[in-house]
């Protein structure tokens, strides 16, 4: 998944910094979208994933107009009913942004959203 940094991406627009540079929620944003996708082969009708831990390094700042591109790598089987991704973020030139792992949980989608409306 490929994404330009906005001002509206940055730490400064965010509050997680007061710098103009990518900020590490978006990052993890782009990142978990990222699983989701690569989740798909894993779940089927009624069934989908939900992020349950997540563990990034964000090494590099990227400006404002920067390109990142954002890969997760699906374990080869579900441990259970538990996914682990492995994460990375690169920029245009190459250099490596970010890397990590994301953890995702397959869930039964109704008994999911019944579980948590009856928390309200």
Do not use: K
């Amino acid at each position: 998944m490929r994404h330009e940094v906005t001002e509206a991406h940055t730490a400064t627009a965010v509050g997680s910094g007061d710098v103009p540079v990518l900020a590490t929620p978006w990052l993890i944003t782009w990142m978990e979208a990222a699983t989701v996708r690569a989740a798909a082969p894993f779940v089927t009708a009624g069934l989908t994933t939900v992020g349950t831990g997540v563990r990034i390094r964000h090494l590099h700042a990227t400006p404002v107009g920067g390109r990142v591109d954002v890969l997760a790598d699906p374990p080869a089987a579900a441990e259970g009913r538990q996914l682990t991704f492995r994460v990375r973020a690169v920029d245009g030139s190459g250099q490596v942004v970010a890397t990590g792992e994301i953890d995702r949980a397959i869930v039964d989608r109704r008994r999911f959203l019944a579980g948590a409306s009856a928390q309200e």
